[in-house]
């Protein structure tokens, strides 16, 4: 019986999928459990904030292996962005980022390549105690691809989890294509105030899809892609010269698509503040909406991340807690991040949100 169930399970996430990828539903953007450490997928006025020149940036994410196997989800990207002085304390950003996604039985596969800027106004405050307004705009390209071949439609499915291939799709009739390309532009804000070297906060808002681009498959058909609003905010608090937390929440709002993710690591330092080495463990928690239910917890997310100069690690597993996890296990995902920086000189007294 319990196989049986779970049988059920697995051919109905298979059934959503199929309906959810190939027919008039709009999909939804990637999401990073660590969306601090990819700032620039999460917000395009996040280019070049930072407290050295130079920043490139790798993800990966691997989601629900333990239910859909080789199948499962595989999101990675990467980035790089780079900081020009402007007169005293101002900044130009500019960069540039990749990313790839890859999921489930059909293949669903994105592919985005975007180019990035932003300007960092000094509104007030002095060389240690300041505040800033960012205005950032990205720009991009995106490449869509699915295998149609490998599709299940509802149709041929019994409620036992029984599939019949030969059984009509009640999809006759109408014609797919199988990859499709679209430009997608997005805006964002952010505020942050450097209260002095060891304590910060900011806050961010964006707006992706300004021009919902058509995602349709099918042919003759429009779906715009929803536009997706951002607003994350955090921050560091400093208790002594050796711990502090850094606390964090993001909000997406994409179409019927709501989710939050909040929490805080406690970072300890090694060494002087400057030589940046320190290690961190965080928890978090995300809530999402649900087709049911108003509001669900999605998972519980444990979260470590090491510091050693210009390098950052940053590891995180997501505990799966809605109502899949009888499926999952309660296995949800795991992420790598990677951050590298290059300082060079920086005499400006300017500093910044570490990311």
Known sequence: MEY???????????????????????????????????PLTLNPAMTGVMNCNNRFIANYRNQWASVLKSNAYNTYAVSYDHKVPVGQYDN??????????VAGQLN???????VSGSFSKKMFGNRRNSHYMVAGTSLGYAFRTIDF???????????????DPTLPTGEEGKLYQDNLSFVDLNVGLLWFSVLNKDNNVYLGVAYDHLN???????????????????IHAGGEINFNR???ILPGIV?????PSFEVNGGTSLRFLFGPRDAQQSVQFGLWARLANHYEKSILMDAIILSTRFDYNQFGLGFSYDINTSPLHQASGSNG?????????????ENRGVYCPEF
Request: overall charge neutral; glycine content about 12%.
């Open 4 to 38: 049986n169930a779970l049988r059920a399970i697995k051919s109905g996430l298979m059934i959503l999928a199929v309906s959810f990828l190939a027919n008039t539903v709009r999909s939804q953007d990637i999401h990073f459990s660590q969306f601090y450490m990819s």
């Open 92 to 101: 130009f950003g500019i960069g540039g980022s990749f990313y790839g996604d």
């Open 108 to 114: 669903f596969g994105t592919m985005k390549a975007a």
């Open 149 to 163: 071949t490998q599709a299940r439609w509802g149709l041929q499915h019994d409620n036992n989890g029984g599939f």
């Open 212 to 230: 919902q681009p058509n995602i349709a498959f099918e042919e003759g058909t429009t779906i715009p892609l929803y536009g997706k609003y951002t």
């Open 242 to 244: 050796q711990y502090s």
């Open 251 to 255: 909000l997406l709002s994409q179409g």
């Open 333 to 345: 995902s795991f992420e790598f991040s990677l951050i590298y920086k290059l300082c060079g000189a």
